[in-house]
């Protein structure tokens, strides 16, 4: 079955700290994507990135780095210099190749306070 | 912003009533699903439609229905209202185009049963 674990509920730094957001996964399929969504206070889930089981390269985008371990079923997310704005709910969340459809199993998310 | 836009904003219910959620998908895109995600949790699939018809499903009663239109929009139906049915109810659109497409979130609909 599939699942994702984000074991912190909540974290908070001082603006310009970095920060890092733990995901592990569990899944029996050896395809399969991992998506990191934002959700600020509005409630809309914001894309930020999407990556699939065959690429473990991390990636950088701005602030934004992602780190995906294949050998210890990781996907974390850190914010370098960590900014008020980027204060939201950040989830984690994996989809299956094989369903036949396309289903995200999310995380409980991840509330990160950013304080000046 | 994604172009997913979802309506009414909020909604208060009272329980056994039934409600009916909407959304329009972003342009290009075929395929829609729906979410319902309880306070202080993670989003949880309900369904997915692509083509007009349901492909897919999660752990939801048939209480929980749905449609897609012609033109990809879609409507998510709750019959006979309980508590435990007020979340955040959102909506995605995505491209089939394979298993690879990422899913773009509306606004949401917050539902509450009184």
């Known amino acids: 079955a599939q699942k994702v674990t984000q074991a912190q509920t909540e974290i908070s730094v001082v603006e310009k700290e970095d920060v890092t957001l733990d995901c592990v996964y569990e899944t029996r399929d050896t395809t399969y994507y991992l998506f990191w969504y934002k959700q600020p206070p509005s409630g809309e889930l914001v894309f930020l990135i999407r990556r699939n089981s065959f690429d473990e390269q991390n990636e950088i985008s701005g602030r934004y780095s992602w780190n995906f371990q294949k050998s210890t079923s990781s996907f974390n997310f850190t914010i370098t210099a960590s900014q008020v704005v980027d204060s939201a709910v950040y989830f984690c969340a994996l989809s299956e190749a094989n369903t036949g459809f396309q289903k995200l199993v999310f995380g409980t998310g991840t509330r990160l306070l950013v304080s000046p | 912003e994604t172009g997913v836009t979802q309506s009414p904003t909020h909604l208060i219910k009272t329980r056994g009533q039934q409600v009916t959620l909407r959304c329009s998908s972003q342009s290009g895109h075929n395929t829609v699903s729906w979410y319902q995600q309880a306070l202080g949790q993670g989003p949880q699939f309900i369904f997915q439609?692509?083509?007009?018809?349901?492909?897919g499903r999660g752990n939801f009663p048939p209480r929980f229905s749905g449609l897609q239109f012609p033109n990809y929009s879609s409507e998510l139906n709750v019959n006979a209202l309980e508590l435990d049915d007020s979340a955040l109810y959102l909506c995605a659109s995505s491209s089939r185009t394979g298993f690879t497409d990422t899913q773009y979130f509306g606004p949401g609909t917050r539902l509450t049963v009184l």
């Open positions: 439609y692509y083509r007009e018809e349901e492909n």
